[in-house]
């Protein structure tokens, strides 16, 4: 009995580190997506097709008005303002050069949620809000709402 019992409670343990590490893991595809594909693919250099691969097709911002109304704002109206910019030979990427600082990231089965400040010069310019969705195994970003500091 005292053997099964210590058996158990090591696969319980197992289990539950592996649990952990695979979350943890998860984490950090989240925050590489992000890093690499959104905050670069947007903004640090306008990577169109790291971009396009990190947006799922659906995505929208949900641009919130101060009067309360809102506006969605879709993934092929923002491709249209990067191949805008992408073709503009006098735009300074310094002037948009953001860095992310994570504050919180929660994973449940193939959903999850970021909030992360974007930086500029050390300042927060953005809080942004988002929800992703793991397909296969690439994360997608299906929507967002921010807040402009």
Known sequence: MKQQLTVTIVCIGTLLSFTKKNKTME?????????????????????????????????????????????????????????KRKKDKSFDYSSIALTPKYKHVDITANKASVTLDLLLNDKVVYTDFLLLIKVEDDWKIVSKIYHEH
């Open 27 to 83: 984490i950090e595809k989240i925050k590489n997506t992000i890093t690499h594909n959104y905050v670069h693919g947007a903004f640090n250099e306008t990577n169109i097709e790291a971009f396009k691969h990190t947006f799922h097709p659906e995505f929208s911002i949900i641009n919130i008005q101060e009067n309360g109304s809102f506006f969605l704002f879709t993934r092929d109206m923002w491709i249209d303002v990067l191949q």
